[in-house]
């Protein structure tokens, strides 16, 4: 019998398939689209507590708190498994870095997504670095916010609609479903993808909506995904809670009190389920008369608000990526309408109903107090996503044009400097590494107290949250009395007063100077306010109090907590007409350089009124 045929031995040297070269390629790519954002994030994130929501959503993480409407539960249960899994650094930190972490893999995902639009690694990995260092994505990947979280939510939904729109396998309706609910768990915002994904799988194909099974599983997956609500009412059930807002969180498991918090109605919502208890019941209007007054509403928010804002917010957006846009959108467009046309029909919507329809919303307008335009510019960050993956495929539409090969050459190899231009753009702005301002800020008014003395703060948000931060987290002056003044009309002495009495207290402390302070017989006492009788307190210990982190060029919020500390730091030196006249002067330059400050800081008009320097 003949011999068989002994198998060859691998040979392990042999080179590898082209198919497996463009695999590892893809795998590599995605790696460093992960890790390249992330490392810089990581460089330049806020080391500690920051300006606005920030010491809110901090704390409601560590301390499984309520944070303000509509909650935030998934937020903040993400949080508090960061606060948990990194053993190192400070608490404000640790949550600091989730924000980095989902910046990072939204920039890896928009890589897969590119990747298969364009089938080029090149233009798809640096075009997704442009982005991950454009400047209200990269401001928002070093803060604890929510909105890294929502936009990796939308960019995974986008994928997942892609990946469909070339299988058609239903598992990928169904994460999509379960990426909406938990989105929704994150922030509202994410609904206005809701529209277009469903004309999207419509025109698509329509038959999905009459199959039982996939219709039963996606309402499963969407209802898993906004369970993490069910951790409000749980936790008002509980026990007590110590977030120091006005807003009201009591007894979230009464249906009525849920839905109207989810719903932000103390914001405005949608629909209110309340009904008065002053007047009767069949004088309310009915459920489907509010549904009407509703959609009036938003038509005429829809018409005003585009009138008077959308140039601006399509002008801000294009600013972001550095106004590439005017020439690479509609190449981009054209590219994918040939080659994926119901998609490119998808991605449109989304951009429309991110801008246009999302104005019903936001104002938009050049008049605005610039807290609420640097508050509004993350609900940008979605358009600006749409917007990138429409460079990126322009991008190939222009090289896929050109004949000459130096040409196409030159341009491909230029590609790899596009991350360079918004990092080198940026980099100052966004390089929050050594700011400790607001934490610096609230830590001095804390020990500016005598023990179990009483505080009143004024600041709002800005201030208030990084109060709440120190006190809760980090367990710094918790005898101090602290109550939030959220009053519209500044205090005045009658509510100074009211509370003296109400509350047995010789005298107490405010954090910021009230308009018409004058009126008020305030005493500088360290680096707060005193009023009443102030004759049994210890002399004022200090003239100098630090605060890390200022630079020339700042945010709106930590320019106004800059202007402030110079303001303090001169009242508190009045007796030292130098010292005091050194940061005077530096009040009315950070006002020159920041002119939005003269017209909205009343407590710095208030105090340079006081000197005759405004």
């Not at 996503?385 to 429409?390: D, E, H, K, Y």
């Not at 006190?471 to 918790?478: F, G, L, W």
């Not at 210890?538 to 982190?549: A, D, E, H, I």
Request: hydrophobic share 45%.
């Amino acid at each position: 019998m003949p011999s068989a045929k002994k198998s060859l031995p691998e040979n392990r040297f042999a080179k590898p398939s082209p198919t497996k070269k463009r695999a590892d390629s893809a795998i590599l790519d995605f790696f460093i689209a992960f890790f390249v954002p992330y490392f810089v994030y990581l460089l330049t994130t806020y080391p500690t507590v920051g300006t606005e929501d920030s010491g809110e959503l901090i704390t409601s993480a560590a301390t499984l708190d309520i944070a303000h409407p509509s909650g935030y539960p998934l937020h903040t249960l993400l949080g508090h498994l960061f606060t948990r899994i990194i053993p190192f650094g400070n608490i404000g930190w640790r949550v600091n870095i989730m924000s980095a972490f989902f910046g990072a893999i939204t920039i890896a995902i928009l890589f897969l997504i590119l990747k298969k639009l364009t089938s080029s690694s090149r233009i798809s990995l640096f075009f997704s670095l442009f982005f991950a260092f454009s400047n209200i994505f990269w401001s928002q990947s070093i803060r604890t916010e929510v909105y890294t979280l929502d936009i990796f939510l939308l960019t995974s939904i986008i994928y997942l609609l892609l990946h469909w729109d070339e299988t058609e396998k239903a598992k990928y309706i169904y994460l999509t479903a379960l990426c909406f609910g938990l989105g929704v768990s994150n922030h509202h915002m994410i609904l206005l993808a809701a529209p277009p994904a469903f004309i999207f799988i419509l025109i698509r194909n329509y038959k999905i909506f009459i199959q039982p099974k996939i219709i039963g599983i996606s309402a499963l997956m969407l209802a898993l995904g906004l369970s993490f609500y069910l951790y409000l009412p749980i936790r008002t059930a509980l026990g007590p809670y110590n977030n120091p807002a006005y807003i009201q969180h009591e007894k979230l498991y009464i249906w009525e009190n849920f839905f109207n918090f989810v719903n932000r109605s103390i914001y405005g919502g949608t629909i209110s389920l309340s009904q008065s208890n002053t007047q009767n019941s069949q004088d309310q209007p009915s459920l489907p008369e509010k549904i009407g007054t509703t959609i009036i509403k938003y038509a005429d928010q829809f018409i005003t608000n585009n009138l008077n804002g959308f140039t601006l917010m399509l002008k801000n957006t294009f600013k972001d990526l550095l106004m590439l846009p005017l020439i690479l959108v509609i190449p981009g467009i054209w590219f994918l309408v040939k080659k994926r046309g119901r998609f490119t029909i998808f991605l449109f919507l989304l951009f429309l109903f991110y801008t246009s329809v999302q104005l019903i919303f936001i104002k938009v307008t050049n008049n605005m107090h610039p807290l609420t335009a640097f508050s509004n510019r993350p609900f940008y960050l979605s358009a600006i996503l749409i917007l990138a993956v429409f460079c990126g495929t322009g991008l190939r539409f222009l090289i896929n044009s050109l004949n000459n090969r130096a040409v196409k050459a030159t341009l491909t190899a230029l590609i790899t400097f596009l991350p360079l231009t918004t990092l080198a753009a940026n980099f100052y702005n966004n390089n929050e590494s050594h700011n400790y301002i607001a934490r610096d800020f609230s830590f001095n008014l804390l020990q500016s107290i005598p023990k179990n003395g009483y505080l009143l703060s004024t600041g709002k948000d800005n201030l208030t949250f990084p109060l709440y931060y120190l006190r809760q987290v980090e367990k710094i002056r918790p005898d101090i009395n602290l109550e939030i003044y959220y009053g519209r009309d500044c205090p005045n002495r009658l509510t100074l007063e009211e509370k003296l009495s109400s509350k047995k207290l010789k005298h107490m402390f405010i954090d910021l100077l009230p308009c018409g302070f004058n009126d008020l017989d305030l005493t500088p006492y360290n680096f707060v306010y005193a009023y009443g009788d102030t004759s049994s307190l210890p002399p004022s210990s200090q003239k100098y109090f630090r605060l890390r982190g200022m630079r020339k060029k700042m945010d709106y919020p930590n320019n106004k907590l800059k202007g402030l500390y110079l303001l303090k730091m001169a009242i508190l030196n009045e007796k030292d007409p130098p010292t005091a006249e050194y940061y005077f002067n530096k009040v009315k330059k950070e006002i020159d350089n920041v002119p939005q400050l003269q017209e909205f800081m009343w407590d710095l008009r208030a105090g340079l009124d006081k000197t005759g320097m405004f």
